[in-house]
């Protein structure tokens, strides 16, 4: 096959390898990434792109880095969204989904098998924290609001008293601890749910790790609340 090259700037390429990387890691999973394929997706000879990504396990590396990235953009808006009970269960759900991808977890697995999930670069939790925690105690304002005019609507307080009623603050370690629970739930899915639900006797059909997602994402609103 003739590769057709283009002249591009080094950040642009590395961009085009990563993101041609990242859907071979998605479509397949890291056993299927070859170097002479990403080299042909990309334009590019064997030896062009060894220069750009060093060897196959460093552009792995890479490319499961840069697909977390990904992740964690679309997950952090759907965070910052979030306030109404509408838009927090939303977020839940969106966030569960966004993590589920075999392709990305059994990446992510290798290099946690191989020791080199620590030398890769992860997006970091705080900002994570930070939205659902924020999201929570919006959640808990509403709530606090709506309480306090159904009281001034029944004379049980007046408007002024009803006004400055203190809202509860959410728990930040729930928070933090939820959402590493939710990680680790779906990671785990992902790599080892379709036996695992099997053998629990909740389903060996395509729709089972829905279900158990649906029942997972209640479970994790309700600890939000």
Excluded: C, Y
């Excluded at 096959?1 to 990563?18: D, G, H, P, Q, V």
């Excluded at 203190?166 to 933090?176: C, F, H, I, M, Q």
């Excluded at 939710?182 to 695992?196: P, Q, Y």
């Amino acid at each position: 096959m003739s590769t057709t090259r283009r002249r591009r700037t080094k950040e642009e390429a590395r961009e085009e390898i990563l993101t041609a990387a990242a859907k071979r890691l998605l479509d397949a999973g890291p056993d299927a990434l070859r170097i002479a394929d990403v080299a042909a997706d990309v334009g590019m000879t064997h030896p062009t792109l060894l220069h750009h990504v060093g060897s196959r396990d460093e552009l792995l590396q890479d490319a499961t880095a840069h697909l977390m990235q990904r992740t964690a953009a679309r997950t952090l808006e759907a965070m910052r969204r979030a306030g109404s009970e509408q838009e927090l269960d939303g977020f839940v759900r969106e966030s569960l989904e966004a993590f589920r991808d075999r392709g990305r977890t059994r990446a992510v697995a290798w290099l946690a098998l191989t020791g080199r999930l620590g030398a890769t670069s992860k997006p970091p939790w705080q900002p994570f924290i930070a939205a659902a925690h924020a999201a929570r105690q919006r959640r808990l304002a509403a709530r606090a609001r709506g309480h306090g005019r159904s009281l001034a609507a029944s004379a049980a307080l007046s408007p002024e008293a009803a006004s400055s009623m203190n809202v509860p603050e959410a728990d930040l370690g729930e928070t933090r601890n939820t959402l590493v629970l939710a990680f680790l739930a779906v990671f785990a899915l992902e790599l080892i749910g379709d036996s695992v639900l099997a053998d629990a006797g909740l389903g060996t059909d395509a729709g089972a790790p829905d279900r158990f997602l649906g029942w997972f994402a209640s479970l994790l609103d309700k600890t939000l609340a």
